[in-house]
């Protein structure tokens, strides 16, 4: 049973089953040891992140059939690194988070009213 905590202080709940994501891939962005990127921060997905990435060097967008990656489209739901989400942000292009599947340990590199200004899902409302 997943014991971990979301930003707001309650469960960590799933982020995507389809794509499936998180380091560990069970659908949440929980963390450990091995996670040196730390993916944590549960995102939708925009072209405009999804362009910011792929010019960062990191094409999230092409399958990989070789890795059973289908590739991200907008709208999709990913377990991002708190790093590139905060990359994106600065560069104006952060993409909506799901406040309630982000793991706590975000707060260590992004603060909660950031979060909050571009949450996605329950806590805010919908928000595209």
């Known amino acids: 049973m997943n014991t971990s905590k979301?930003?707001?202080?309650?469960?960590?709940?799933?982020?995507?089953?389809?794509?499936?994501?998180g380091f560990y891939r069970t659908g949440c962005c929980e963390t450990g040891p091995e996670d040196a990127g730390?993916?944590?921060?549960?995102?939708?997905?925009?072209?405009?992140f999804?362009?910011?990435?792929?010019?960062?060097?990191?094409?999230l967008s092409t399958p990989r059939p070789e890795y059973r990656f289908a590739g991200l489209k907008p709208g999709d739901r990913w377990c991002l690194c708190a790093l590139r989400w905060k990359e994106a942000w600065e560069?104006?292009?952060?993409?909506?988070?799901?406040?309630?599947?982000?793991?706590?340990s975000a707060l260590?590199?992004?603060?909660?009213d950031t979060l909050k200004a571009?949450?996605?899902?329950?806590?805010?409302?919908?928000r595209d």
């Open 91 to 104: 560069a104006g292009v952060a993409p909506p988070v799901v406040l309630e599947a982000t793991h706590e």
């Open 50 to 59: 999804l362009a910011f990435s792929r010019s960062a060097g990191n094409d």
């Open 6 to 21: 979301n930003v707001l202080d309650g469960p960590l709940l799933a982020c995507s089953y389809a794509p499936l994501t």
């Open 118 to 126: 571009h949450a996605f899902g329950t806590a805010a409302g919908s």
């Open 108 to 112: 260590r590199i992004v603060d909660l």
């Open 38 to 48: 730390r993916h944590v921060v549960c995102v939708r997905v925009s072209e405009a």
